[in-house]
């Protein structure tokens, strides 16, 4: 995966809104796509060369119709090697924490009839 490839998609708001719109309905033709956008149908042509350059959208054939679809794999990557090991720290912070302010928690007292 070119990582640079994704950021690079990913910067861009126009080619952000795409991608939610092919997360709330995937596998969308280009006139499709179309009517919610601001701008002719060749830039959104263009917007979406770049995120299927970043493998963020796959294209399937359908017939003549060409439907577009979110990847979402590239955007799990990004997520286990940017955000998730530091996730870990934060979550057993607070986990330390509530167990300090709460004290240990003995399972048998909350299962007592």
Same mark, same amino acid.
């Given at each position: 995966m070119d990582i640079d490839k994704v950021?690079? @998609?990913l910067a861009d708001p126009t080619r952000r809104r795409l991608l939610d719109q092919l997360h709330s309905e995937s596998g969308q033709?280009?006139?499709a796509l179309c009517e919610h956008m601001d701008m002719t149908r060749q830039a959104v042509t263009q917007h979406l060369q770049l995120l299927e @350059? @970043?493998?963020l959208v796959v294209v399937v054939w359908q017939g003549r119709e060409k439907l577009h679809y979110i990847n979402p794999v590239p955007l799990h990557e990004i997520h286990t090697r940017w955000i998730a090991k530091f996730e870990h720290g934060r979550l057993d912070a607070?986990?330390?924490l509530k167990q300090t302010l709460e004290g240990p928690q003995d399972d048998n @007292?909350?299962?007592k009839t």
């Amino acid at each position: 995966m070119d990582i640079d490839k994704v950021f690079k @998609a990913l910067a861009d708001p126009t080619r952000r809104r795409l991608l939610d719109q092919l997360h709330s309905e995937s596998g969308q033709t280009l006139g499709a796509l179309c009517e919610h956008m601001d701008m002719t149908r060749q830039a959104v042509t263009q917007h979406l060369q770049l995120l299927e @350059a @970043a493998n963020l959208v796959v294209v399937v054939w359908q017939g003549r119709e060409k439907l577009h679809y979110i990847n979402p794999v590239p955007l799990h990557e990004i997520h286990t090697r940017w955000i998730a090991k530091f996730e870990h720290g934060r979550l057993d912070a607070l986990h330390n924490l509530k167990q300090t302010l709460e004290g240990p928690q003995d399972d048998n @007292a909350n299962n007592k009839t």
